[in-house]
């Protein structure tokens, strides 16, 4: 009896906890995160909007690939490989990679890729038309699945998924079986081995060699040559075969000159990183089917340490593996205080090879370059010549016939470059792309003619040491069609008699500019010691830093420590408060401001009725949303992650209370591989539908920073070494997304080409020039010509400042020169130099408060909110939060405009 009165009286107890477990677990899942709703969200069919932007953008990466991938080498046109209706033909697949591509890479842009289509599918299904070797897939099935060399019937592994957050570097090679499995005699009862049954199968075989990628890791100089046991398995083939075909699976430029050793490796294929549907593309170039006209986006070279930027990329140790604390001020804290020299300048990719080919003698272009940027090659051949060159408003209009001599029909890139005068007063490479243009299909010996326009002002140098401001000096200028960035076919000269200084002083701004620029990053100089024709080998760019640069300066060390400026600093008085908190007679709702200007004064009505904890909610809670304000009719904003794919991850969906998953897209360096504004439009448009069936209006993305080194992980998420070339697919991406209301979070902005410690107080050090010639220009067009509404700060210091509280960056050029009016959001805040008063300061308007976001309370907006009791910066801040809620809801509004 008297146990069991124990147990009644515990019983109530036990309820009441469990109740309150209960309720937490529920407040947390509903209230304080939307866990809950995306839990449900998973039990949730796809609906027949979602069915259908998912089809449209399998079609679409398959597009993006058609043209994207890359024909590099085609030796006694052994390619196309004679297939027909009739009879298949037999095809033998080598390299792990072969059965595990790399359909995407890890990181904020990872995907789930399970369901991607198989090369071995691909090959053996309609696209492509070939029977496999299966004897081949089941040894590389057995030995990726248990280790074990057999060639026992087996089911095929699953496709690694890239749902990973952050990719693991030990990740982005997978394991090649041993070559003793090619040489064995024990595999078959006749005793011969599985290279000689091969050969009896076919007498052609498909190498495959593959690269991962991701977040907070560079690749190693070895990881991006042959691995000892790819180079065994590479010479077992490429020995037994008199046919290869090298298939390289890698978005960052690998080192391909081992080919040379094998003349029956004939063929060479870039695939980059092929997404959803892509690798069908590979089937059809194999074939035939699909005649390629992608040109590469990048160098490639024999070594890449001859790259200028690597000895001030990172320090390489003994062994081969980075230093894990490269370029650190010895006078920093620890596991803090890093830095980049930015040495090259300009001379960045082909603007170096090509430069110092044509100005040094003594250097050897062919022993440097495998292949050039802007190559690549055709099942066709194609003759182009300029017709005429024509300057009119101060515009020049190039006309080129292109004719198809071959005997197939295909497309064929139209790249213009030019070479200015040169007087050392300011640094010019000679080879400049300044426009491109993809042709139509042009049948066998058809002949079209395309008219490329551009304004003179693209030709301008920025002068950052005497002007201040973009130029163009006086004398010639060759305009030059080439075939890829060393090859030039045709070249007409435009003379310029005076020159032209766009600023106040002078002949006034360019024309896209609001305000002429000047200088905004003498800050950022550095060392000063930037690589010029001289090409004197004691430069930095050569070298590397020297011994005086691994001091930290006071200034450095004081801008590791941000102190928030008083309003009197600011010269910030009352009379700057704006208004806020009003009750206006009739309340205006957020529908009414959509489709008005940004400087329609309804706008600040509108805005006047938030308070100031509904200005930090929106300013401090920024994680994959823009919070929404019931009472005035805001609606809640979903922005996911992306570059390769638009949808929730197990963060993300947590976080917004939807589980939707788009398709996964070939990475931006495929797109941009095609040299097609109209595909780069087509794939935001695809990634806006997707958004709208998915209830998302928002996409961090695209990421535009450049290919200053092969080494970078995060390589596959960007476009491209020359920013035009970026800059062009990348605003047609934008425009395609925003045509369908979406807000794309351009980013990382700007100077973010490494990862190791870059979010450990890393600083950036460049010339003005190469930050605007070189690293915003993608960005600059982007706003330009894409018009983007939203954009994402970058966790690296731009000389003294976090460029996520950087104002010249976000307000000197972003706003003031180029017009933007759209929102800033930092990238994920979670790192101690992140100061999200700072980023208000700057002109940033949107912290990515992840903590915030997962803990429910001391996120950012508490923060805000206390700092407008401060009375010593109190101004500041409220001013600053009133312009970020207006940046804010204005592209809100957009994003109804599009999708109402």
């Known amino acids: 009896m008297a146990e069991t009165a124990k147990k009644r009286k515990k019983l109530p107890v036990v309820i009441g906890v469990t109740a309150i477990i209960l309720a937490a677990i529920l407040v947390y899942g509903f209230v304080i995160t939307k866990s809950g709703y995306w839990l449900i969200a998973k039990f949730k069919p796809d609906t027949v909007e979602q069915k259908a932007s998912f089809t449209s953008a399998a079609d679409t990466t398959r597009a993006i690939s058609d043209e994207g991938f890359v024909l590099m080498q085609n030796n006694d046109n052994l390619l196309p490989l004679k297939t027909s209706a009739d009879s298949k033909m037999n095809i033998n697949v080598f390299g792990m990679r072969g059965v595990q591509l790399v359909y995407n890479a890890g990181g904020s842009s990872a995907s789930n890729v399970e369901s991607a289509t198989k090369l071995e599918d691909s090959l053996a299904g309609p696209k492509g038309n070939f029977n496999v070797n299966e004897d081949l897939l089941y040894l590389y099935y057995n030995y990726y699945k248990n280790g074990k060399?057999?060639?026992?019937?087996?089911?095929?592994?699953?496709?690694?998924?890239?749902?990973?957050?952050?990719?693991?570097?030990?990740?982005?090679?997978?394991?090649?079986?041993?070559?003793?499995?090619?040489?064995?005699?024990?595999?078959?009862?006749?005793?011969?081995?599985?290279?000689?049954?091969?050969?009896?199968?076919?007498?052609?075989?498909?190498?495959?060699?593959?690269?991962?990628?991701?977040e907070v890791f560079d690749f190693t100089v070895e990881q991006l040559q042959l691995l000892p046991d790819e180079e065994a398995m590479v010479d077992a083939v490429a020995k037994k075969f008199d046919k290869v075909v090298l298939v390289v699976n890698s978005a960052n430029a690998m080192e391909l000159d081992f080919v040379k050793d094998y003349p029956s490796i004939k063929s060479i294929v870039w695939i980059g990183y092929p997404g959803q549907s892509g690798i069908d593309s590979l089937s059809g170039i194999l074939n035939g089917t699909v005649n390629p006209s992608g040109r590469l986006a990048d160098t490639w070279l024999k070594d890449n340490l001859a790259n200028p930027t690597s000895n001030n990329y990172l320090e390489r140790e003994a062994d081969g593996s980075w230093n894990k604390n490269s370029y650190h001020y010895t006078n920093a804290p620890e596991n803090n205080?890093?830095?980049?020299?930015?040495?090259?300048?300009?001379?960045?990719?082909?603007?170096?090879?090509?430069?110092?080919?044509?100005?040094?003698?003594?250097?050897?272009?062919?022993?440097?370059?495998?292949?050039?940027?802007?190559?690549?090659?055709?099942?066709?051949?194609?003759?182009?010549e300029i017709m005429a060159i024509n300057e009119e408003d101060g515009k020049l209009t190039v006309r080129v016939s292109v004719k198809n001599t071959g005997t197939v029909a295909g497309k064929d890139v139209v790249q213009i470059y030019y070479n200015p005068p040169y007087t050392g007063a300011i640094e010019k490479a000679t080879v400049n792309l300044v426009d491109f243009k993809k042709t139509n299909v042009i049948a066998p010996g058809a002949t079209e003619y395309y008219s490329i326009t551009f304004p003179i002002e693209d030709m301008a140098s920025y002068d950052y040491k005497v002007n201040k401001s973009y130029m163009l000096e006086k004398g010639d200028y060759s305009i030059m069609l080439r075939e890829n960035a060393h090859v030039e076919l045709d070249s007409e000269i435009f003379t310029l008699s005076d020159e032209i200084i766009y600023n106040e002083a002078n002949d006034g701004k360019r024309s896209t500019d609001l305000v002429a620029a000047t200088n905004l990053f003498d800050d950022a100089i550095g060392t000063g010691d930037y690589l010029t024709r001289a090409w004197d080998p004691a430069s930095r760019a050569f070298t590397g830093p020297k011994a005086a640069d691994y001091t930290a300066t006071d200034k450095i060390l004081a801008a590791m420590k941000y102190t928030v400026p008083t309003d009197a600093e600011l010269g910030l008085k009352a009379s700057d408060l704006p208004e806020y908190g009003k009750t206006l007679a009739?309340?205006?709702?957020?529908?009414?401001?959509?489709?008005?200007?940004?400087?329609?004064?309804?706008?600040?009505?509108?805005?006047?009725?938030?308070?100031?904890?509904?200005?930090?909610?929106l300013a401090g809670t920024g994680t994959w949303q823009i919070a929404g304000l019931d009472r005035l009719g805001v609606p809640r904003t979903l922005t996911p992650d992306g570059t390769t794919t638009i949808g929730a991850s197990v963060y993300s969906g947590a976080i917004m209370g939807a589980d939707g998953k788009g398709v996964t897209y070939p990475t931006p360096v495929v797109i941009a591989s095609t040299w097609n504004v109209d595909i780069a439009n087509l794939m935001g448009t695809s990634v806006g539908n997707e958004g709208k069936a998915n209830g998302y209006s928002g996409w961090y993305a695209p990421a535009m920073n450049t290919h200053r080194s092969p080494?970078?992980?995060?390589?596959?998420?960007?476009?491209?070494?020359?920013?035009?070339?970026?800059?062009?697919?990348?605003?047609?991406?934008?425009?395609?997304?925003?045509?369908?209301?979406?807000?794309?979070?351009?980013?990382?902005?700007?100077?973010?080409?490494?990862?190791?410690?870059?979010?450990?107080?890393?600083?950036?050090?460049?010339?003005?020039?190469?930050?605007?010639?070189?690293?915003?220009?993608?960005?600059?067009?982007?706003?330009?010509?894409?018009?983007?509404?939203?954009?994402?700060?970058?966790?690296?210091?731009?000389?003294?400042?976090?460029?996520?509280?950087?104002?010249?960056?976000?307000?000197?050029?972003?706003?003031?020169?180029?017009?933007?009016?759209?929102?800033?959001?930092?990238?994920?805040?979670?790192?101690?130099?992140?100061?999200?008063?700072?980023?208000?300061?700057?002109?940033?308007?949107?912290?990515?408060?992840?903590?915030?976001?997962?803990?429910?309370?001391?996120?950012?907006?508490?923060?805000?909110?206390?700092?407008?009791?401060?009375?010593?910066?109190?101004?500041?801040?409220?001013?600053?939060?009133?312009?970020?809620?207006?940046?804010?809801l204005y592209a809100v509004s957009n994003t109804w405009k599009a999708q109402k």
């Open 149 to 214: 060399i057999s060639i026992e019937e087996t089911v095929a592994p699953v496709n690694s998924s890239a749902s990973e957050f952050i990719e693991k570097p030990s990740n982005i090679t997978v394991p090649e079986v041993p070559v003793s499995a090619y040489t064995a005699t024990t595999l078959y009862s006749d005793g011969k081995t599985i290279l000689d049954k091969a050969k009896e199968f076919s007498d052609t075989a498909v190498i495959v060699i593959g690269r991962g990628g991701g």
């Open 337 to 384: 205080g890093f830095f980049t020299n930015y040495s090259e300048g300009i001379y960045v990719g082909y603007r170096y090879f090509e430069t110092r080919s044509m100005t040094d003698s003594t250097f050897k272009y062919d022993d440097a370059v495998m292949f050039p940027f802007g190559h690549g090659l055709s099942f066709s051949k194609f003759e182009k």
């Open 586 to 617: 009739k309340q205006i709702d957020f529908s009414e401001m959509v489709g008005l200007e940004y400087d329609d004064p309804k706008w600040d009505e509108f805005v006047s009725q938030l308070t100031l904890k509904e200005m930090s909610v």
């Open 711 to 888: 080494f970078n992980g995060r390589n596959f998420e960007y476009y491209s070494e020359d920013g035009l070339l970026a800059g062009k697919i990348a605003a047609n991406v934008v425009k395609g997304a925003r045509d369908q209301g979406m807000i794309t979070f351009i980013k990382h902005f700007a100077l973010n080409e490494r990862e190791s410690n870059v979010r450990n107080f890393m600083f950036s050090w460049s010339n003005e020039q190469a930050i605007r010639e070189i690293y915003l220009k993608p960005f600059e067009m982007a706003v330009k010509e894409g018009g983007t509404l939203g954009a994402m700060s970058s966790f690296n210091f731009i000389g003294y400042s976090w460029a996520g509280g950087n104002s010249n960056l976000l307000t000197g050029v972003l706003r003031n020169e180029w017009g933007f009016k759209g929102l800033v959001i930092t990238d994920a805040n979670i790192y101690p130099h992140m100061n999200p008063i700072a980023m208000l300061n700057a002109g940033g308007n949107l912290s990515l408060d992840v903590m915030g976001a997962w803990t429910g309370k001391n996120g950012h907006n508490e923060v805000m909110l206390k700092a407008t009791e401060d009375p010593a910066i109190k101004i500041s801040v409220i001013k600053n939060l009133y312009e970020s809620s207006k940046h804010m």
